[in-house]
């Protein structure tokens, strides 16, 4: 087995071990995460082999704060994202409440292969816009919430097999974003669905000592990217004044906690990687974060990046 699809089945096996009460769900997603690894990897073979690749960083437009897709002609990811969906079909099909909704949607799909419609459809997903994916593709009401879920999912495959080479790690020498200040992603230009602190890198000159731990990085849930961010600015409004960045744990675990704003009551999940080894799949633990979410709602706050399981 690959190594991604290897520690999707790890963390799933440990977060079911840490969290019994979120059995029955992870039992319901892992088959499609473990699906959307292989995808992912089989994606990234083909886009090596037609030379399919994001463009190019540009630092002055990063120095700006303009996303890596920002403007970008999207029209040929659309077959890659009909493709992807077939190939989850039969996992939506195993379990109605993966997709609910599900007939609609595949008629969507096989009526779209070759549409004039792929750049507008593209955007729209990525722009989480509901309403224009809803309008494009005539369905409403729960129908559309699973057509916005289930291509979300899809390019969420697709950019991760182009975004592979750009995953952060947590050492400064491989921070693709240097001059990314922004507290949406860099390629997608989404807000993240989580943030994570590192563990810290080998220090050059004394390979005893480690520097550099507990650096804040932000986690697309679209495209995958990570990248450094500082921990007294909130992502999603930019306020910067002195404590508005607030944390509150999880009563169980302390590694997993929120962050949330007390400017604009924005929240995102969070996990403190130090003590965590080996790194989990942050999708899957965002996810597995739930509790933390329900935790939020109560106290009001809003999620930075809506998903398909923190709305309440
Ligand atoms: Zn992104
Ligand atoms: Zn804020």
Not at 30 to 52: D, H, K, T, V, Y
Not at 168 to 174: M, P
Not at 215 to 232: M, Q
Request: aromatic share 8%.
């Amino acid at each position: 087995m690959d190594d991604a699809a290897r520690r999707v089945r790890e963390t799933v096996a440990r977060q079911r071990e840490e969290k019994p009460v979120l059995g029955e769900l992870l039992d319901s997603f892992e088959p499609l995460w473990i699906a959307r690894a292989q995808e992912q990897q089989r994606l990234e073979e083909e886009f090596a082999r037609e030379g399919i690749a994001l463009p190019q960083r540009d630092d002055k437009l990063s120095s700006e704060g303009i996303s890596l897709l920002a403007g970008a002609d999207l029209s040929g990811l659309w077959p890659h994202i009909v493709a992807c969906f077939r190939r989850y079909q039969p996992i939506f099909a195993d379990n109605d409440r993966l997709l609910p909704g599900r007939a609609a949607v595949e008629t969507f799909f096989a009526s779209q292969e070759d549409t004039p419609l792929a750049q507008d459809l593209v955007r729209a997903v990525m722009d989480a816009d509901t309403e224009r994916l809803a309008a494009l593709s005539g369905l409403e009401g729960l129908e559309a919430a699973s057509l916005v879920a289930a291509s979300e999912f899809c390019l969420s495959t697709v950019l991760r097999a182009l975004t592979v080479n750009l995953a952060s790690s947590d050492d400064e020498e491989t921070n693709h974003w240097p001059l990314w200040t922004q507290g949406y992603c860099p390629v997608c230009g989404r807000l993240p669905v989580m943030d994570w602190l590192g563990k810290g890198y080998e220090d050059k000159n004394n390979p005893f000592l480690t520097t550099g731990g507990g650096r804040k990085f932000l986690h697309c849930g679209l495209c995958g990217s990570d990248w450094r961010f500082r921990r007294a600015i909130c992502p999603a409004c930019g306020a910067d004044k002195k404590g508005c960045m607030e944390t509150f744990y999880a009563s169980t675990n302390q590694a997993e906690h929120v962050s949330w704003c007390s400017e604009c009551k924005k929240y995102c999940v969070g996990l403190d990687l130090r003590g965590i080894s080996p790194v989990p799949d942050l999708d899957i633990m965002a996810f597995c974060m739930l509790p933390l979410d329900m935790l939020a709602a109560k106290r009001d706050l809003v999620p930075m990046c809506r998903t398909s399981w923190n709305q309440f």
